[in-house]
């Protein structure tokens, strides 16, 4: 059967329409890239953004760098041997916080000071002091949470603020909800071995990536929830094998959270990824993937079924909420994932041996 003239100029008009949409449809997605950052031996643990230009990355060494331009160019602004920087976290681009793992863990660190706050945009830091602060050894995460307050009939936003602690032990935390002008501690030694993350979604409700013991051929894999500011926890995931830690956790919504959960038992190879889609009451178990070199580390998510997990040797990433992941190239051992938002833009970036960004929009 042949065609009209009608027919082959309505298909003409069509064609290249059908080819862009073709090639839309086949256009590569966005790929992580590397960026120039100063090298450094082994992994370096986190990074923080008040916006997708402007942020910071610490290390082991002391050393904390600033970038206006979305990690594009490095400047270093402050340096402290001895200090290992294990957490970051800036409210704005003048005011941060910066938490130290601690003596007695790593070889070379020195610094007994936990915590400290800076009001210049990270050129000088001041050690942060609290009532009780001795029982905090060391810090591994740091949250940060906006809220809205009345003050004299105007609405004004303060940050609720939360450090934890630490690897290895001993669990301690600390809390200030005037935007760290005022501090106390909190000695969680009843409650878990060691902390490795920090949550919270009120001043009241918050979560902890733990373990049950500070000795890891004791430990199992915890996270606990709090419902009254920190003053008692209660597991809501405990993994079922000794030799585990829950090391970092993402939430996308309050509803929907991931954590990593990290094994050193011999002969491991299967990795899993605990998601909760009930606000943190309860938690399951999904697999990652089985390789015993791919431990885990950082976790990050863009929404409820786009993100990724770092690990020794590589990165994974997951389109439908964890059921399947596919590995990506985004550095090895990612231990922080941070997505950023602002202007109309969205990017992403991720801390290990190197420091990589990803735009997503």
Known sequence: MGF???EILAAAAIAPLALQEAGAAEAPAPAWRKLASEPFRGKQDDIS???PDLGWYGNGQGKLYRTADGGETWE???EQPGTFIRALGFVSAEVGFLGNVGTGYYPGVTDTKPLYVTRDGGRSW???EAQGIEAVAGICGIDILPRQTIYQGETRTTHVIHAAGRVGGPAAMLRSTDGGESWSALDLSAFAGMILDVKFHSAEEGFLCAAS??????????ILRTQNGGQTWDPVYRSTRLRENCWKMSWPTREVGYATVQSYAEGATDRVVVKTTDGGKTWRELPLVSDAKAQEFGVGFVDEQRGWVGT????????DGGKSWAPVEMGRAV?????VRGGGRTRAFAIGVDVHRLDLA
């Open 4 to 6: 009209n003239r009608r």
């Open 49 to 51: 953004f008040v916006s």
């Open 76 to 78: 270093k602004v402050w």
């Open 126 to 128: 001041t050690a942060v």
């Open 213 to 222: 013991s500070s000795d890891l051929a004791q430990a199992n894999a915890l």
């Open 312 to 319: 020794a040797v590589s990165g994974f990433e997951t389109r």
């Open 335 to 339: 231990n922080k994932v941070r997505v």
